[in-house]
């Protein structure tokens, strides 16, 4: 290991050898570039001398770093033999399995709690969570984590050997282990969940900087069960969509439109047509998303350079999708962008209005609470896009500012977002201040507005403008489409009931889930 380090030094100097150019470069670059071609000749051939010396330096440099990886390799393969050792080359395999299978599981978790964090919510007991996810794993998914395994080959710079290299020679050594108990490695603790509950918090808080209070640790049998059905929402969303992204223009009824229809038979009628709808605008509607998107990232560009410029700034047109670096080139790029996502959305407006819900007497009360709040969300979406399009713009003047030769002219481009992004955030509390989020939050009964607040109070009025815009453009768009979600998921519940249904029957009496009620 020491000798690993001290190659590893070595590589270190190397490469900055090689990649940093230093003063004597920045030298006879600029005497190179004199008016005397003949000091400036032998001035370039001694720059070409340097740089040949350089790659000669370069080739030492890779053939240490090969030395370097091949040892850590070995390392690890020294490390491995002792596991071998003491529980035997036959459960290596499965143990590093098990690994990657936690691994795997710890990387959807992350996701499961960040969504509930939105509602201030997070499993008391990680680990538990993560070795629950690992058991929610689909047998596909494991049948590919085998397969990635098994074609995984060990590459010249790996500081780790691939673990089908790892689990053969384990394997290769037959060892037959001296430690061989079964049991859980959790009894070698006296109270196992306590202490991970403890390192569960100390993780959130130091690792996450969250503040919590007890009231944001929920058991993990209620946390698994949400993520449980969020994976179903999600799936559901998507295959009652067919996969098309609704964000731009979001698919919104109210619970007016819910009425009961008078014939029921006639209702599956109209349910039919309008999944054959559906499904005929879906294909194009893909199309249309791509094309929304691209010009949506075109206006978000061109209004950073415009804001940049008005400051003062040099703006390379190329990053920006600018023919020319000019306020005229911004202009044309803004109104070209509007006038695409208008044509965009037509076609997109056509798929949320064939996505509608005809089925209305079977969906009861929990659609009508989710319907209201849907409708609500529909109000403040499109000024959320406005500010997401808007962000950019000051982070890069904010990034850029310290650069600018006169800071006060870049302070008023500020202050002319941040005014525009407080007038959008404004819009988005005044209509949202009466309607309750539809879940759970670990503050009981919330408005909508509340849930859409950051919970980080600092007394900057800009920063305070930026937090509130992050927290709302996460929350708002992660609530829509979860709503959508437990609308699809329900929807697709009755249609799977309907479809099996013959035409002398009654009236179908549809379960469906309780309504969900906010924690109190």
């Excluded at 794993?137 to 397969?147: F, G, H, K, R, T």
């Excluded at 006296?190 to 403890?198: G, I, K, T, V």
């Excluded at 008005?310 to 080139?329: D, H, I, M, R």
Aim: proline content about 5%.
């Amino acid at each position: 290991m020491r000798v690993s380090y001290i190659i590893r030094q070595v590589n270190s100097w190397f490469a900055r050898v090689v990649n940093d150019p230093d003063r004597w470069d920045q030298r006879l670059q600029r005497a190179a570039g004199g008016k005397d071609f003949r000091v400036a000749f032998v001035l370039l051939f001694a720059s070409g001398v340097i740089w040949l010396t350089r790659r000669i330096l370069s080739l030492l440099m890779r053939a240490g770093h090969t030395i370097s990886c091949f040892m850590l390799r070995q390392m690890e393969y020294d490390a491995d033999s002792y596991q071998y050792k003491v529980a035997g080359s036959d459960n290596f395999v499965p143990t590093h399995f098990r690994i990657r299978t936690l691994q795997m599981a710890a990387q959807t978790a992350l996701g499961d709690m960040r969504e509930s964090w939105r509602s201030g919510r997070l499993p008391e007991d990680y680990p538990d969570f993560v070795t629950r996810k690992a058991g929610m794993l689909s047998q596909p998914v494991l049948q590919q984590l085998q397969q990635a395994i098994a074609n995984g080959k060990t590459k010249t710079f790996d500081t780790h050997p691939a673990d089908a290299d790892r689990g053969r020679a384990a394997l290769d050594a037959n060892a037959p282990g001296v430690f061989n108990v079964a049991a859980p490695a959790a009894r070698l603790f006296a109270d196992f969940p306590r202490l991970s509950r403890e390192l569960t918090r100390f993780y959130y808080e130091k690792q996450h900087h969250l503040a919590l209070r007890d009231q944001n640790l929920v058991n993990n049998d209620e946390s698994s069960n949400e993520s449980a059905a969020n994976l179903q929402r999600q799936q559901a969303l998507q295959a009652f969509l067919f996969g098309v992204n609704t964000g731009f223009f979001p698919i919104i009824f109210s619970p007016d439109e819910l009425a009961p229809p008078a014939d029921w038979k006639e209702s599956v009628k109209r349910l039919r047509a309008a999944r054959d709808r559906l499904a005929g605008a879906a294909m194009l509607a893909q199309l249309e998303v791509k094309q929304h998107a691209n010009a949506d990232a075109v206006w978000s560009k061109a209004a950073s350079a415009h804001y940049l410029l008005a400051c003062g700034f040099t703006v390379p047109a190329q990053q920006f999708g600018l023919s020319a670096a000019t306020p005229e080139a911004t202009k044309r790029n803004l109104n070209t962008s509007n006038a695409e996502m208008d044509r965009t959305g037509i076609a997109l407006k056509v798929f949320a209005e064939a996505a509608g819900i005809e089925n209305a007497a079977a969906l009861r009360q929990e659609v009508l609470q989710l319907a209201s709040t849907l409708a609500a969300l529909g109000q403040v979406l499109d000024p959320a896009h406005k500010i997401r399009r808007r962000l950019p713009a000051l982070d890069l003047m904010l990034a850029n500012r310290k650069n600018h030769k006169q800071p006060a002219k870049v302070d008023d481009q500020i202050r002319i977002v941040a005014g525009e992004l407080r007038s959008l955030l404004d819009q988005i509390q005044a209509k949202l201040q009466t309607v309750l989020y539809p879940f759970p939050h670990a503050r009981g009964q919330i408005s909508l507005a509340e849930y859409a607040r950051t919970d980080t109070q600092v007394a900057d009025a800009l920063q305070t403008i930026l937090n509130e815009s992050r927290a709302g453009l996460d929350r708002l768009f992660g609530l829509y489409y979860r709503i959508l979600g437990q609308l699809a998921l329900i929807a697709t519940k009755v249609e799977a009931h309907l479809k099996i249904l013959s035409p002398e029957l009654e009236p179908p009496v549809i379960q469906v889930p309780p309504r969900l009620e906010s924690a109190r």
